[in-house]
Nanobody
Framework: QVQLVESGGGSVQAGGSLRLSCAVSGSFSVINDMGWYRQAPGKQREVVATITSGGTTNYAGSVKGRFTISRDNAKNTVLLQMNSLKPEDTAVYYC????????????WGQGTQVTVSS
């Protein structure tokens, strides 16, 4: 089993920055894609950014140029640096990890609240 522990959420004014962290622990053979998703009140969960095991990144158009996803494979951690935050970035942010141990699995973090005030 794999557990994800997220940290770094909080409240910030528009234009500010936050950094989210997600640490992976447990028994796994390999971690494949890692990513961050978010869900605002009354909206569906959407992808924010993903990163492959090789370091290839993809971003939602709304965050491109402002957010940066990175991973530390030695520490089994994925980070999301969020700059120039906007009120519309307000949401619960979820870490997602795709991992393998005999089979392929998909695990979600518990979510961390990010609130951006104008």
């Amino acid at each position: 089993q794999v557990q994800l522990v997220e940290s770094g959420g909080g409240s910030v004014q528009a234009g500010g920055s936050l950094r989210l962290s997600c640490a992976v622990s447990g028994s796994f053979s390999v971690i494949n894609d890692m990513g961050w998703y978010r869900q605002a009140p009354g909206k569906q969960r959407e992808v924010v950014a993903t990163i492959t095991s090789g370091g290839t990144t993809n971003y939602a158009g709304s965050v491109k140029g402002r957010f940066t996803i990175s991973r530390d494979n030695a520490k089994n951690t994925v980070l999301l640096q969020m700059n120039s935050l906007k009120p519309e970035d307000t949401a619960v942010y979820y870490c997602n990890v795709k991992w393998e141990r005999w089979f392929r699995y998909d695990t979600w973090g518990q979510g961390t609240q990010v609130t951006v005030s104008s």
